[in-house]
């Protein structure tokens, strides 16, 4: 099976990928949004993904998740039996297989609280169907009570104590963030795709996401990053993508990145 480890020589060239995205091009009728995109994330770290507005960065993490078929191109994620395609999987398939992601533009159940936001996030680890939701029987009161418990768990983890009774849509912005990255996270995830998490933060609370980012980290979860706020971006990244116009234009740490004529040129314009 192609690996995009051979094409890659910034990274360390022998370690494991835990998803590596093959020559991925999406195309939205005339519009190319991702171009022969080739890419890899390695475990424990953080990858980020950047470019300005339009270039594709959403469309590929929306191939990824199974959101939009790739129209052409492999996406592999190694799983205990080995590399996995997955670019033809749905989504709910893609999230049991450890990936979970948060949206650009908010999606929670603005409507529920913000435990029962978390509950949906576990549902796919559960057992009870909708016979045993009406039938009740003691092993889905007991069931019920764990997943309480473990929902609980993840508001804490993500600074959301306190917060469970609240209705989500009446929680500040950068709470309603936190709340998605709860969700995501108690779906079990191995790798977390976070699509601009801090849009729309002051800068104490994007220091609060950072230190959030490293404690997923710490936690064993590998992260794939979106985000605008290049202090964000510079500060946690270990390896960094730049895409523009659907193309990947440049890939490096973040100082190798930060000094390129092309990410400048990219960002500033050719005046710059
Ligand atoms: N569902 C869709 N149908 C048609 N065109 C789309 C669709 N989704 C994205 N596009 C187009 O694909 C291109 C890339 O969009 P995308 O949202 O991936 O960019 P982005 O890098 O995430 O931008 P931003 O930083 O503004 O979020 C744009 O030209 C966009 O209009
Ligand atoms: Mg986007």
């Given at each position: 099976m192609t690996s995009t480890s051979d094409l890659h020589t910034g990274q360390a060239a022998n370690a494991e990928a835990l998803l590596e995205v093959c020559s991925v091009t999406k195309r939205f009728g005339g519009?190319?949004?991702?171009?022969e995109a080739n890419l890899k994330l390695m475990p424990g770290k953080v990858t980020s993904l950047i470019g300005p507005n339009g270039a594709?960065?959403?469309?590929?993490?929306?191939?990824?998740?199974?959101?939009?078929?790739?129209t052409s191109?492999?996406?592999?994620?190694?799983?205990?039996?080995?590399?996995?395609?997955?670019?033809?999987?749905?989504?709910?398939?893609?999230?049991?297989?450890?990936?979970?992601?948060?949206?650009?533009?908010i999606r929670l159940f603005s409507n529920l609280t913000v435990l029962d936001n978390v509950k949906v996030g576990l549902h796919p680890?559960?057992?009870?169907?909708?016979?045993?939701?009406?039938?009740?029987?003691?092993?889905?009161?007991?069931?019920?009570?764990?997943?309480?418990r473990s929902a609980m768990r993840y508001l804490e983890f993500c600074g959301l104590e306190g917060r469970d009774g609240d209705v989500a849509g009446s929680l500040p912005y950068g709470y309603q963030r936190r709340l998605e990255i709860a969700r995501a996270l108690a779906t079990g995830p191995r790798l977390l795709l976070l699509d601009e998490p801090a849009a729309g933060m002051n800068p104490a609370e994007s220091?609060?996401?950072?230190?959030?980012?490293?404690?997923?980290?710490?936690?064993?979860?590998?992260?794939?990053l979106i985000e605008h706020d290049m202090r964000v971006v510079m500060n946690i990244s270990d390896y960094i993508y730049v895409l523009d116009h659907g193309e990947?234009?440049?890939?490096?740490?973040?100082?190798?990145?930060?000094s390129n004529p092309r990410v400048i040129e990219a960002y500033l314009g050719s005046a710059h």
């Open positions: 519009v190319t949004a991702v171009r594709g960065k959403t469309t590929l993490f929306n191939a990824i998740t199974g959101c939009i078929p790739a191109g492999q996406i592999l994620v190694r799983t205990a039996q080995g590399l996995r395609r997955i670019e033809q999987l749905r989504p709910d398939r893609i999230t049991r297989l450890g990936i979970a992601r948060t949206f650009q533009n680890r559960t057992r009870a169907g909708m016979f045993g939701a009406i039938l009740r029987p003691p092993w889905v009161t007991r069931e019920e009570a764990t997943i309480t220091r609060d996401l950072l230190d959030l980012i490293r404690k997923i980290l710490e936690s064993g979860v590998t992260v794939f990947i234009i440049a890939e490096g740490t973040p100082a190798e990145v930060r």
